[in-house]
């Protein structure tokens, strides 16, 4: 069971948005700003599309955006496109102890 | 371009010993800590263990505390990761990945990844 928690899987239209969750504890998402999201395709190794909660990275489309409230951290992805389509996994620092979690990532779709 | 490439990955019985290595290319590699995650089979990520970008400490999942061992050579840009005592649960796809530390400020993102490195444990 993965210390984050995200829904195992979202979908949408073309063009639409969809928001994928990725709940936390005080430990982790609401302790530090160091909130980050992963997109992996099939087969592939994980590629950061966000980091530092709501930073994007050279090179990812500005439809991407993170946010986050609390010990809940939300990966926005507007206009969605059918290269989109693949698992998101989130991640939070969580200190000197346990350092890094995960959720057990999120399938997009796009119908 | 950066490029990180693994290897060393295998099959081994349980109880035995592996050791892989990550070949970086591309980046500062005196400005960058290394970190080894892996993910098993239909499972998320998770991240086993850290070194710095000085190479001044190192950090480990409890998981893997004691049976895991990370390195790195800055005179041929290759990162390590020994692993002892192997169980079946170790069984996963091993990343290596790189955290940007320029001006001693470490990012805290797994920005660069390698392709990944299969490691099965059989019992």
């Known amino acids: 069971q993965s210390a984050l928690t995200q829904p195992r899987s979202v979908s949408g239209s073309p063009g639409q948005s969809v928001t994928i969750t990725c709940a936390g504890t005080?430990?982790?998402?609401?302790?530090?700003?160091?909130v980050s999201w992963y997109q992996q395709l099939p087969g592939k190794a994980p590629k950061v599309v966000i980091y530092?909660?709501?930073e994007r990275p050279s090179g990812v489309p500005d439809r991407f955006s993170g946010s986050k409230s609390g010990n809940t951290a939300s990966l926005t992805i507007s206009g969605l496109q059918a290269e989109d389509e693949a698992t998101y996994h989130c991640?939070?620092?969580?200190?000197?102890?346990?350092?890094?979690?995960f959720g057990g990532g999120t399938e997009v779709t796009v119908l | 371009q950066v490029l990180m490439v693994e290897s060393g990955g295998g099959v081994v019985q349980s109880g035995g010993s592996l050791r892989l290595s990550c070949a970086a290319a591309?980046?500062?590699?005196?400005?960058?800590?290394f970190h080894w995650l892996r993910q098993a089979p239909g499972k998320g990520l998770e991240w086993v263990t850290y070194?710095?970008?000085?190479?001044?400490?190192?950090v480990y999942a409890d998981s893997v505390k004691g049976r895991f061992t990370i390195s790195r050579d800055t005179s041929k840009n290759m990162l390590y990761l020994q692993m002892n005592s192997l169980k079946p649960e170790d069984t996963a796809v091993y990343y290596c990945?790189?955290?940007?530390?320029?001006?001693?400020?470490?990012?805290?993102?797994?920005?660069?990844w390698g392709q990944g490195v299969q490691v099965t444990v059989s019992s």
């Open positions: 070194i710095h970008y000085d190479g001044s400490f190192n």
């Open positions: 530092a909660v709501n």
């Open positions: 005080s430990s982790d998402i609401g302790a530090y700003n160091f």
């Open positions: 591309g980046l500062g590699f005196n400005t960058y800590g």
């Open positions: 990945a790189g955290e940007n530390c320029a001006n001693k400020f470490c990012r805290k993102t797994f920005v660069y």
């Open positions: 991640c939070s620092y969580a200190g000197s102890y346990t350092h890094y979690v």
